[in-house]
């Protein structure tokens, strides 16, 4: 089963970076495509975390899932800021 | 005790535990498998649509978050059963540690998702006034 979650992991990773691609090339915003790859990553945390666990797997999906949070949060401040100073560029559907 | 011994040996119980454990964190696992599979599909498709249209953005990563929480709690459920059968103080301490952030990251999705979902109710209530920027 572990070698079928580690699979399962690297799959979901990958679909992540075609994800967040997509999601970039749909909002045409950076923090758009960085969000959804955060989100892909903590799938594919999950999973290597639901393998045999060990010290090492649980450290690491501790440190992404830290990373995910730190970088959520200064996305989602740096995007509320934007809006409460009406510096936000609009998002026009041509660019 | 010898009662208890003899209609359940502690290793029959472990077998059980065991399996079911494997089940549960089998079904978590798929589930945010699927999810994410589900997930790559919409986002795919959305993009090759049409550029800068953000509206079904927020409701494709909605629905991933609940796929994960979901996932999330069928794996907290087999950390639940793991607790029943756990012998040595590694494997406790291993257990703790998922758990832990298991935990913490089931609420910190469970927030993301009540905010995603504010802020969708936010855009469907107001109008849009000409801008489409990305709510969150």
């Known amino acids: ?95 | 005790m010898t009662l208890s011994a003899e209609v359940l040996p502690e290793s029959t119980l472990r077998d059980a535990i065991g399996l079911l454990v494997r089940l549960v964190e089998s079904a978590g696992a798929l589930i945010i498998f699927i999810g994410a599979v589900w997930a790559f599909a919409q986002f795919v498709r959305a993009g090759m649509r049409g550029r800068g249209k953000v509206a079904g953005f927020n409701r494709i990563r909605l629905s991933l978050g609940r796929f994960l929480v979901l996932g999330l709690e069928f794996q907290l459920a087999g950390d639940v059963l793991r607790t029943a059968v756990a012998p040595s103080f590694a494997e406790i301490g291993q257990l703790a540690a998922i758990a832990a952030i298991r935990t913490a990251l089931n609420y910190f999705l469970g927030r993301e998702i009540a905010q995603e979902r504010a802020e969708i109710e936010r855009s469907e209530t107001t109008p849009p006034l000409g801008a489409k920027g990305l709510p969150t």
């Open chain 1, 1 to 95: 089963m572990n070698a079928w979650l580690q699979a399962g992991a690297v799959l979901t990773t990958g679909l992540g970076l075609v994800a967040a691609t997509a999601a970039w090339h749909l909002t045409r915003a950076v923090r758009g495509g960085l969000a959804v790859l955060l989100n892909f990553l903590t799938a594919a945390g999950l999973l290597r975390l639901a393998s045999e666990p060990s010290w090492d797997s649980i450290i690491l999906a501790a440190a992404v899932i830290a990373l995910r949070k730190l970088l959520g949060a200064s996305l989602h401040q740096s995007s509320a800021k934007r809006t409460t100073h009406g510096g936000a560029r609009p998002l026009s559907p041509g660019r």
